[in-house]
């Protein structure tokens, strides 16, 4: 069992015509997924590596593919109307993997998505993965095992990290989300902790934040309130300076609020295992699973 | 990015937001000229520097106060030659202060009022919110510990836009009285349109003043442009001033690379800016202090590899370098060889601890042991601190 992707996606690629999004779509492609669609604006008739079907627009490649999944790799100025028009087509969840988009062209995403049946993953996120049967991003597929630990995070590499403790100590993934580490993204850490909390093929989560906003302390206090699953943290940026931005544009300590020590106090009081360096996020975890079973 | 002030306020007026008049100037001839041009004796210098505290700060020649009320254009031809070229240090520009290049020279308004009122995108609500308060001319954090109530705090919806009953009604609440409605409700708009069009994620005005005779005025203002957004706006990015800056983050910058300046004595050189920070976060765990934040990237050539190298060998502090990989779409081997590549051209100074982990970790592990370069190699994340740690000379 997983949450969100699965053998049955079928997988369309904004963008795949562009040299990181090809490259993506074809790794995707060997680990399974199944793609069913690529578009870019201006190619539509042609065949993507003589395989995938290429269409302007999002509205035709879900009409004549029946996706329900689309990946975005469009450069960031077009990226936001990108994802709107992944849901103006009625696209069930939309992943956008392109990173600098500006903070107002996503406020206006986020506004005009209030209402709408489509879910956003991201921007600026590695993308979502269940082990064994579908890669959606750019994550390395082979890192991953199949199994039952939820992962939740708003960094990549730190992900490939936590992935890797607990696949080298055996332990597999059922699904893995990369939330994004811009200030306004689509589905936040309390959405994915849902979706883990009510599937039956997740036993126990991991999720990582990192310094900034407020979205690990609402997710804390909701499992505080609903979740009986073992849960270990781990939040990044601990000795960042104030009022500089780390990397993330949502990665940032200012008038005092988002700080690594008021989220760790946070998900603590919630019963969360928090691990004190990014080396012992596996480890943390699974001291806590035998500790509950 | 930042803007100095004198920008701000050229910026506020294409916006119709009313400022006390004045001009920048670079030498005190200039300075001299702007005040006669103002045509008053109520004359005010303002050193320009990207940092807060300027009134109460002190020139390193010791003449006292980057802000400075002048009778004549006279005295602010002899009080700008006090500033210009001088180091002023205030209590957010460190010991080492900051050169001030240019002054603003206004007109020195009156002030009956204070306020402060501010615009910013709030991520919980994923909108624009004004916060404003009567508590003008002191630091919001301050207002907000010691009187929260004194806080007004107005969302502004992102697709309809500031409404105009929502300006008359914060100017109310703001304590305005009916006569300045107007001026006031125009000043919130302004800076309202403002935000939007430059794609501020913060625009501050404090104090926004209120003059005997009823004007409604911004005195200073401050803001915050987002960086991803400025491909948009060349005009803004021309007012970009890297002699205010970090020279390295500079350098680092033109390199396509993500890095910030710290205090500490490990340099570390990581791919993926939650893994850059967690990395900062067990150095200082096994008693080592970070010597700066650097994000490669997840695409990065050798080339950019090799210039990350050089910024972070040409710090005198560092005693240390930690190269911390996690190959997902970048590649051991490539950062492998830009270290090779690296080394090469600039000697090693100090000892350098290298941990690669994911694609083609094989390959890169190879390269290093056959280049013969005197390298650390670490087995996971911890193993590496400790070794950075200790090879900087141990815990603090």
Known sequence: MSVLVDKNTRLLVQGITGSVGGFHARQCMEYGTNVVAGVTPGKGGQMFDGKVPVFDTVWEARQETGCNVSVIFVPAAGAADGILEAVDAGVELVICITEGIPVMDMMRVKAQMAGKQSRLIGPNCPGIITPGACKIGIMPGYIHKEGNVGVISRSGTLTYEAVWQLTSRGYGQSTCIGIGGDPINGMSHLDAVKLFHGDSGTDAMILIGEIGGSAEEEAAEWIKENCKKPVAAFIAGATAPPGRRMGHAGAIVSGGKGTAAGKIAALKTAGIAVAETPATMAETLITRMKGKS | ?396
């Not at chain 2, 001033?241 to 050189?269: F, M, Q, T, W």
């Not at chain 2, 210039?307 to 930690?322: C, G, P, Q, R």
């Not at chain 2, 193993?383 to 900087?392: E, G, L, P, S, W």
């Open chain 2, 1 to 396: 990015m930042n803007i100095h002030e004198y920008q701000a306020k050229e910026l506020l007026q294409k916006f119709g937001v009313a400022t006390p008049r004045g001009k920048a100037a670079s030498t005190p001839e200039e300075a001299e000229q702007a005040a006669r041009e103002l045509g008053t004796n109520d004359l005010v210098v303002k050193a320009q520097i990207h940092a807060g505290g300027r009134g109460k700060g002190t020139f390193t020649n010791g003449f006292k106060g980057g802000v400075r009320l002048c009778k004549s254009p006279e005295e602010t031809r002899e009080v700008a030659s006090k500033m210009l070229g001088q180091t002023l240090v205030t209590h957010q520009t460190g010991p080492a202060g900051r050169v001030v290049n240019k002054v603003l020279i206004a007109e020195s308004a009156e002030i009956a009022r204070e306020i402060y009122f501010a615009i910013l995108l709030d991520r919980a609500t994923a909108a624009p919110i004004v916060v404003a308060s009567t508590e003008g001319g002191v630091e919001i954090e301050t207002v907000a510990a010691k009187s929260p109530e004194k806080i007004l705090r107005e969302k502004i919806d992102p697709l309809a836009g500031f409404q105009a009953h929502q300006t008359r009604k914060l100017a109310k609440q703001l304590g305005f009285e009916s006569s300045q409605l107007k001026a006031a409700a125009k000043l919130f708009d302004g800076l309202y349109r403002t935000f939007m069009a430059c794609d501020c994620s913060m625009v501050e005005v404090n104090p926004l003043i209120v003059t005997p005779k009823g004007e409604v005025l911004a005195l200073d203002a401050k803001f915050n442009f987002d960086d991803n957004a400025l491909y948009r706006h060349p005009d803004l990015a021309a007012l970009r001033d890297i002699a205010e800056e970090d020279p390295r983050e500079v350098e680092a910058s033109k390199h396509g690379l993500n890095y910030i300046g710290l205090d500490g004595n490990i340099a570390c050189l990581v791919n993926g800016a939650g893994l850059a920070m967690a990395t900062m976060d067990i150095i200082k765990f096994y008693g080592g202090s970070p010597a700066n934040f650097l994000d490669v990237g997840g695409g990065a050539t050798e080339e950019q590899v090799t210039e990350a190298f050089k910024i972070l060998i040409s710090d005198a502090k560092v005693k240390a370098i930690l190269v911390n990989i996690f190959g997902g779409i970048m590649k051991c081997d490539v950062i492998a060889q830009g270290i090779i590549n690296a080394v090469k051209t600039v000697n090693l100074p100090v000892p350098l601890v290298v941990r690669l982990e994911g694609t083609n970790v094989e390959a890169g592990k190879k390269l290093i042991a056959e280049s013969g370069l005197p390298v650390i190699t670490a087995g996971d994340l911890a193993d590496a601190a400790q070794k950075v740690v200790a090879a900087a000379g141990g815990a603090k």
